[in-house]
């Protein structure tokens, strides 16, 4: 997996967009950016992945910079539940698909 | 739909006894399958992970061992529990196909060695 830095913690106003950075300068060519997010005392969540291009799902939108050296995750309205641990990694998915957790970012969403 | 099983959901073993955690998918077949664990504060650990039956790959030394009897069943096993054995221990599963880029994930064990 391609190494990944992310902030230790976060906080973030209910109803407002949470938006989660993190850099992954050294991301070859063929390695997608996936993000999880961990629940406390529950297993990692899927929420979206993507390669060049932005992408978006019902959870979030995925920002990915030109160069690929960064990304953010961009949660549009926070609510309370929004309140885990968020991972970006950095894979070339396919039979190479053996994620790497790092300890991600904390994000505490404020009522 | 696909579910993935994972129990027991907490378990407490002295040192020195055994360990077999088991975990089941249903809904899918032929699903790469994972361990991980979690130590207290610390990110996921890849522990094993298989591509088929009797396919197990190590990521760790360590004093667990994984087997896969069977197609939709993967089993955390150990001779002999540490005290550093103990975290939140969780099962993974991924569809084949190269366009499923998705691990779902179990609910966990919590493994306390004692």
């Known amino acids: 997996d391609a190494k990944t830095t992310q902030p230790t913690s976060m906080d973030c106003a209910e109803g407002r967009a949470a938006n989660l950075p993190c850099n992954h300068s050294?991301?070859?060519?063929?390695?997608?950016v996936y993000w999880y997010r961990q629940i406390h005392s529950q297993g990692p969540q899927y929420i979206i992945h993507g390669l060049k291009n932005n992408e978006t799902n019902e959870m979030a939108s995925l920002i990915i910079t030109e160069d690929r050296k960064s990304s953010t995750l961009i949660l549009p309205h926070a609510t309370l539940r929004d309140t885990a641990v968020y991972y970006c990694?950095?894979?070339?998915?396919?039979?190479?698909?053996?994620?790497?957790f790092g300890k991600g970012t904390l994000l505490t969403v404020n009522p | 739909s696909q579910t993935i099983h994972q129990w027991p959901a907490t378990l407490v073993q002295p040192v020195g006894s055994p360990l077999s955690l088991e975990c089941t998918v249903e809904g899918t077949s032929n699903p790469n399958l994972y361990w991980y664990r979690q130590a207290a504060g610390r990110g996921l650990q890849l522990l094993f992970y298989?591509?088929?039956?009797?396919?197990i790959s190590s990521e760790v030394p360590q004093n667990l061992s994984a087997s896969r009897p069977q197609d939709r069943q993967f089993i955390l096993s150990s001779k002999k529990l540490l005290l550093s054995d103990s975290g939140f221990y969780l099962c993974?599963?991924?569809?084949?196909?190269?366009?499923?880029?998705?691990?779902?994930f179990g609910s966990g064990t919590q493994l306390s060695v004692l």
């Open positions: 298989s591509v088929g039956i009797g396919q």
């Open positions: 050294t991301i070859s060519g063929n390695e997608y």
């Open positions: 990694i950095g894979n070339s998915g396919g039979s190479n698909y053996k994620l790497t």
């Open positions: 993974a599963w991924r569809g084949i196909f190269a366009t499923n880029e998705k691990l779902f």
